[in-house]
């Protein structure tokens, strides 16, 4: 699974983007476990930030796929 940062949560991770190579079928909930547990700085965007699997939102009840590309994007304002 391909996984994308946006953002704060770019600043978060201090990465734009990695790969998790052992991945199965899984809910966000589990997918957010293995994100805080390799970033832990990111706990505290995790209640804003939305999910888009594939350029397109996470639906509610959605699963992630090995082969999907995941962004996390946290809330941005422009002005």
Known sequence: MRVLYFAQA???TG???EVFPETSLCSPDDFWS???GRHPDLAKLRA???LARNG???AEG???RPEDEVAVLPPVSGG
């Open 10 to 12: 770019r600043l978060a």
């Open 15 to 17: 990465i734009h983007e």
């Open 34 to 36: 293995q994100v805080l």
């Open 48 to 50: 804003v930030c939305r």
């Open 56 to 58: 397109k939102f996470l």
């Open 62 to 64: 959605e699963k992630l």
